[in-house]
């Protein structure tokens, strides 16, 4: 079956299982960050075999955030030849597996981040504090206030222009996870000359996922919700050296461009297993390691099912703002994750995907 057409066909068969959209809403549209193909009305590579009904939502989901992240740059084949795919494939798997991956390709611990785990620790740190650890590197404070200006975190029109102004506007919790995700980015960068969105969109979902999963952790799961941000960054952390490891090995073979198939079957099954490792040795908090640990594709309670809701709603997002889908089709999908409730849904919904993003809705999507 032609790629394309199981792009379009998964997402539709997840809203089928039995969501229908009541309402739908017109809104002006903006051009996303990263660069974006023409519309497909709802995007999902799974290239597994099966009927599209048995395509669960969150794996829909996710293989639409993969068909985005993966598209090839222009002038490539939309999909390369695939006859060397099981021979890359076996080499990736192997060198992922070795003993002493970890210790190769893992990156080093950021410098700040015990004095930010001790902060968060204590209950008498205050957010001005906290970004005080932030501002004693010029480099570190301009990334904060990226983040800061950022649809996820952005409240007003204003421009957030100082530490003092960001630590007014999100309070403590924000600004914890405004460091958390500073000290993340300058690791997460990968560089991606076969799919040129890659580095962006996977970083825009982490960024997502992160919040998404902490107010799920204090919302629904009741668990930490300092950890569950990290789960959020750290699955982002995941897919960013498992596409390293699949490019380094692509160089060393000298072999053709990897498939979409192949980078997306890599991610499904390598990203939370290499966050795990990530979380071990950075020494994040036990229960990170402990529910990146457990298998968060299937888990329904505590940290994993605020992992897996997270990168769900991080995905849907990201494809809202990429015209994939609308935002009513979207919520339509998220409402079959167990375990979250409607106003639950519709309050994260609200601080994810909230009015700084503007977004196609599901008629202008499906047009």
Excluded at 7 to 21: E, F, H, M, T
Excluded at 47 to 59: D, I
Excluded at 95 to 112: C, T, V, Y
Excluded at 167 to 192: F, K, N, W, Y
Aim: charged share 15%; with cysteine; glycine share 6%.
């Amino acid at each position: 079956m032609d790629m394309n057409v199981m792009v379009v066909a998964g997402l539709a068969g997840a809203v089928a299982l039995g969501l229908a959209v009541t309402r739908r809403r017109r809104v002006r549209v903006a051009a996303p960050a990263a660069a974006v193909r023409p519309r497909a009305p709802l995007a999902v590579l799974s290239g597994q075999a099966g009927s599209v009904a048995e395509t669960a939502p969150a794996e829909a989901l996710q293989a639409g955030l993969h068909a985005l992240a993966l598209v090839p740059r222009s002038g490539d084949a939309a999909d390369p030849d695939r006859h060397s795919d099981g021979t890359l494939h076996a080499a990736v798997v192997a060198a992922l597996e070795q003993r002493d991956w970890s210790a190769r390709q893992l990156p080093r611990r950021p410098q700040l981040l015990p004095q930010l785990i001790q902060s968060v620790n204590d209950s008498d740190a205050s957010a001005r504090a906290m970004a005080a650890i932030i501002g004693q590197d010029p480099v570190l404070t301009g990334n904060l206030l990226r983040i800061a200006n950022s649809p996820v975190y952005r409240l007003q029109a204003k421009p957030v222009d100082s530490l003092q102004r960001a630590v007014t506007l999100v309070g403590t919790e924000g600004i914890r996870q405004i460091i958390s995700a500073v000290l993340v980015q300058p690791v997460m960068q990968v560089h991606c000359e076969t799919f040129p969105q890659f580095g962006t969109v996977i970083w825009e979902h982490a960024l997502l996922a992160s919040r998404a999963a902490a107010d799920h952790a204090r919302l629904v799961t009741h668990e930490d919700a300092f950890a569950a941000q990290w789960l959020g960054l750290t699955q982002g952390l995941g897919a960013a050296l498992v596409m390293r490891q699949l490019l380094d090995t692509c160089a060393v073979q000298d072999a053709a461009l990897p498939s979409r198939a192949l980078a997306m079957q890599l991610l499904d099954a390598w990203t939370l297993p290499v966050a795990g490792r990530i979380a071990a040795a950075w020494e994040l908090p036990g229960a990170v390691h402990e529910a990146l640990l457990r298998d968060a594709g299937t888990a329904q309670d505590g940290l994993s099912a605020s992992l897996r809701f997270a990168r769900a709603a991080a995905a849907a997002s990201l494809l809202c703002r990429h015209g994939r889908i609308g935002q009513a089709q979207a919520l339509a999908i998220l409402e079959q994750q167990h375990g979250t409730p409607p106003h639950a849904l519709q309050w994260i919904w609200r601080r994810l995907h909230g009015r700084a993003v503007e977004t196609l809705d599901a008629d202008e999507a499906e047009a």
